[in-house]
Each structure stands twice: as structure tokens, then as C-alpha cells.
């Protein structure tokens, strides 16, 4: 087992500059992939974490090392996300009417869908990719930041900078707006 | 509780592992006897583990070096290649220096006479300066008889050859331990 991100800091701080590459070797795939989900653009996105990893070593100072640095990463990279997002006006975060805001307790008939087979196959696993990109910002982050970066919720609020209960709202939101447009795609090829 | 469904949130709750035990006993309890329920608690399984499994996208192996570079924060090279990256710029000089004095040769513009004269007038020049040049003078004539024989009479294209081959590798090595070291 390999340093700890804080002890490959203190090494940094100590003068040892070039131990930023094991850092950078560690968190890049995974913020990369947050970056991706974010701006929906691989260059675009590669650009971001670059400028993330560059904005983190030169503040590195202001790490305190309370938080892991993965989630003072995600932050920084989160914020360049947003600020890119904002600036060209990407698509709107608007819900589309017919597909749906998903309510608690909406009654999908879920027993004829049999949507727990199916999910065995690649071509569901890709339709859940699918959904996930297209589901508004504020459900797709907190999703990917949970599955995928494997964050608590106590992580995300400090990524997104938001109240513990709007994460666990807008996870679990999500969760069911993603749940029911899968099942729609389903009831969809099986008509 | 089997009259009501589950609320998808405590189903969710359930997936999540978020529920004590007594309620999560209680919500067994009712998925054993709703069909409905237990399909939606499948559904939210499937979805939880189908999330879990969301393909990483990955980034090239450039990135670090180029995030380094950028940050202008530059490799340690030990010693040792330190040591090979110098010796092939050597080499390559001398190999220069030599086919530049083969061609001088072989056009007759200067001859083998007109460097030791050379070296000569330079000695009687003047004192400490001279003799310190005489001296590096004699160590890279040397030199260059040693490694390059053909520019003083006795030499062959083989070794003109091996040098370049030899300062190529080097070179080559150079770059592959410099991007092995940036990485």
C-alpha cells in the first residue's frame, strides 16, 4: 500500500514538487469522469481537470487536510464544471413535461416489466448510462458522486456546498426519476 | 402493513442500508407478503447495482506529464542517467568535431601539418592561458585519434558508424527514462 494522500502532501510541502504526479496519477480518472458527466465533453472536460489539478497544487497551502483531498478536488473541479456550464448557456435545466418529475409512490406496473431481469443485460446497463446523462444537473451529480466516487453524503455537501438534506432530497430524487424513465424505456422496446 | 405500500423511500432506505433494525425487520416483513413492493425493492436493487457499476472514464498517460509541465515541477533524473544523458551529448560533439575535421582534411583545407602547427603557435602565444589550451588541445587530439583514426590517416567508416549508433542509443535512452520518469 502506497503513501496516503496526506502524507504525499506533507512530502510536497516538505520541497518534494514532483510527488504531485502520484496525486495526480490517483484522483485523475475519477474526476475526469466528474468532469465528463458535468460538461458532457471529453476535451472540454480534460481541459477542466487539468485546470482543477493546477488551481489545487497552487492552493495547496490552504489545505487544511480535515476533508480527504479527493473531496477538495471534486470541489474545485465541480466549481470549474459549473462556471463552464454557466458561461455557454449549456441546455437548460428544464424536466421534460412528458417525461416527468418522478413523485414518491408513482405506480409503475413494475411486476409486468420484470425490470429486475432485464437489468441482467448489457444493452439495460447501457440505457441506465444513457439516463443518467440526461437527468437534470442537480439529480446527475450527487448521483455520480455517490456511485461512482463513492462518497458519503456528508462528501457531497461539501462538494456540491449544499445542506445535507437537499443531497439526500435530490439523491434520492433522482434515484427515482432514473428508475422511472428506465422503465419507461422498457415498457417502450417491449411494446 | 400489508394494507399500504411501502413508500419508495423506505424502500430506498432499505437498498441504502440506512434503516435500524426494527424497521428494517418490518419492511422484510411487508416485502414477503407484497408482490408490489417486492418488485419495486427489486427494481431499486437492480438500479442501486446497475449504478455502482457506471462505467470510469479514463484519461491518457500525458496527462500527468503534461499537468507537471504546466506546473513547470521537473523529474528527478538520477544520477546514473544524468551521467548517460551527458556522455551521448560528448559523444555527439566529438562525432561533429570529427567529421568536420575529416571533410576540412579531405578537401585539403587544412592539413594534418596545419594542426600540429596550429597547436604549436598556440603554445608559443603565451604562458599559463597557452599551456592550459595546449594541454586540452592534446587531450582532445588524442581523442579524436583514438575514436576517429580515419581523420588522421589510419581509420575506418566502422567507427564512424559505431559512434553514431552509440549516440543514437543514448539518446533514445534518454527519452524512454525521461518518460518513464514522468509518469
Not at chain 1, 497551502?61 to 459549473?82: H, P
Not at chain 2, 559523444?91 to 583545407?109: D, I, N, Q, R
Request: glycine content about 6%; hydrophobic content about 45%; some cysteine.
Amino acid at each position: 500500500m502506497g503513501a496516503t494522500d496526506n502524507e504525499i502532501i506533507e512530502r510536497i510541502r516538505a520541497g518534494d514538487s514532483r510527488k504531485y504526479a502520484l496525486l495526480v496519477n490517483r484522483h485523475k480518472d475519477k474526476a475526469f469522469t466528474l468532469a465528463v458527466r458535468l460538461v458532457g465533453d471529453r476535451r472540454e472536460a480534460e481541459e477542466v481537470v487539468q485546470d482543477g489539478f493546477m488551481r489545487a497544487y497552487r492552493n495547496l497551502e490552504q489545505f487544511r487536510g480535515d476533508a480527504k483531498f479527493s473531496t477538495w478536488l471534486y470541489r474545485i473541479v465541480y466549481n470549474l464544471c459549473m462556471t463552464k456550464v454557466s458561461r455557454r448557456r449549456w441546455q437548460p435545466e428544464i424536466v421534460d413535461v412528458h417525461r416527468g418529475e418522478m413523485h414518491d409512490n408513482v405506480f409503475v406496473d413494475e411486476e409486468e416489466i420484470g425490470f429486475d431481469e432485464r437489468l441482467e443485460n448489457e444493452e439495460l446497463k447501457q440505457i441506465v448510462v444513457d439516463e443518467v446523462n440526461l437527468l437534470p444537473e442537480k439529480y446527475r451529480t450527487p448521483i455520480t458522486l455517490f456511485y461512482l466516487q463513492e462518497m458519503s453524503y456528508e462528501e457531497i455537501t461539501e462538494v456540491m456546498n449544499l445542506p445535507l438534506g437537499t443531497v439526500k432530497t435530490n439523491l434520492f430524487r433522482g434515484r427515482n426519476l432514473l428508475r422511472e424513465r428506465v422503465l419507461v424505456r422498457l415498457k417502450g422496446e417491449i411494446v | 402493513m400489508t394494507n399500504e405500500h411501502l413508500s419508495n423511500e423506505q424502500l430506498q432506505l432499505l437498498v441504502d442500508d440506512e434503516l435500524s433494525v426494527s424497521e428494517a425487520a418490518a419492511v422484510k416483513e411487508h416485502l414477503r407478503l407484497c408482490r408490489r413492493c417486492n418488485a419495486v425493492y427489486g427494481s431499486l436493487s437492480k438500479l442501486d447495482s446497475a449504478l455502482l457499476n457506471l462505467p470510469m472514464e479514463h484519461l491518457g498517460s500525458d496527462f500527468t506529464r503534461n499537468v507537471l509541465t504546466k506546473l513547470h515541477i521537473v523529474p528527478k533524473i538520477p544520477f546514473l542517467f544524468r551521467v548517460v544523458e551527458n556522455l551521448a551529448y560528448v559523444f555527439g560533439l566529438m562525432m561533429v568535431l570529427g567529421v568536420m575535421l575529416a571533410a576540412f582534411v579531405f578537401t585539403g583545407v587544412i592539413s594534418s601539418e596545419q594542426i600540429s602547427q596550429t597547436k604549436s603557435s598556440v603554445g608559443e602565444t603565451s604562458g599559463m592561458i597557452a599551456d592550459t589550451m595546449n594541454s586540452i588541445f592534446d587531450a582532445l587530439t588524442v581523442s579524436l585519434q583514438s575514436y576517429l583514426p580515419f581523420v588522421f590517416g589510419g581509420g575506418s567508416l566502422k567507427i564512424a558508424v559505431t559512434g553514431t549508433f552509440v549516440v543514437g542509443m543514448l539518446a533514445l535512452l534518454d527519452r524512454f527514462l525521461k518518460r518513464r520518469l514522468l509518469r
